[in-house]
């Protein structure tokens, strides 16, 4: 199993250009989660995902936006870059229920000049 | 002020030496991680506590409910402990969601 997969690893975008990260898990989780990470700071809830065709709002979900068409399949939006994105971004996925822990996948750099 | 504070913010010990990372927080919580960030940066899950203590190996990590703290313990220290320990917890009522510490930097020298 290659657990959660994310692409890219890391890109460089220019403020103003969009892009689209896909995060892709193969243990049949039903819960996804789209987190930053940055520097000094704990890892925020952009997005989430409780199953497929649904999503909802994290902590810090303004400028991007998220789908879930696929149960295996979490992506991550962002329409109009700006510099405040830049940090690293890491999808997660985990089992119904509030006890189960989470998976993370590898991360993606992601660097908005 | 932050729901979820972690000390130490950086810790380096001797190869054997027993470790301590701590955790407090201050809003009521249904379940408690511990999380490990190697240095490549990609993120592991060590432990999920409601109540009580658990043990992995070199690894103890217990939870007060009451006093809303948890501890996480590293015994006979190894350089590949080197890493970023992270502290979330699972808010009451929105189970879902984790809200993350800002993590421990723990560095073993041999």
């Known amino acids: 199993n290659a657990g959660v997969t994310q692409t890219p690893k890391f890109r460089v975008l220019k403020t103003g250009q969009s892009m689209t990260l896909l995060c892709a898990q193969d243990?049949?989780?039903?819960?996804m989660y789209w987190y930053r990470q940055d520097p000094g700071m704990g890892l925020r809830l952009i997005h989430y995902?409780?199953?497929?065709?649904?999503?909802a709002k994290g902590e810090v979900p303004d400028g991007y936006n998220v789908s879930r068409l696929k149960k295996q399949n979490f992506l991550l939006g962002l329409e109009s870059a700006a510099p405040s994105q830049t940090s690293v971004y890491f999808c997660?996925?985990?089992?119904?229920?509030?006890?189960?822990?989470?998976?993370f996948g590898p991360g993606t750099r992601l660097t908005v000049l | 002020k932050n729901e979820v504070e972690q000390s130490p913010q950086n810790l380096t010990a001797q190869e054997g030496e027993f470790i301590t990372i701590n955790c407090s927080y201050s809003?009521?919580?249904?379940?408690l991680h511990w999380l490990q960030q190697h240095p490549g940066g990609g993120i592991v899950s060590l432990f999920m506590?409601?109540?009580g203590k658990k043990k992995h190996g070199r690894l103890i990590a217990t939870i007060n409910i009451q006093e809303k703290h948890s501890s996480l313990h590293i015994t006979a220290s190894h350089p590949r402990d080197s890493a970023v320990y992270i502290c979330?917890?699972?808010?009451?009522?929105?189970?879902?969601?984790?809200?993350f510490g800002s993590g421990t930097q723990l560095t073993v020298l041999p």
């Open positions: 979330a917890v699972a808010l009451s009522g929105s189970a879902r969601q984790l809200t």
């Open positions: 997660a996925s985990s089992w119904t229920g509030q006890y189960n822990e989470q998976f």
């Open positions: 809003v009521g919580i249904s379940a």
């Open positions: 995902s409780v199953g497929e065709g649904t999503t």
């Open positions: 243990m049949n989780h039903e819960y």
């Open positions: 506590l409601s109540s």
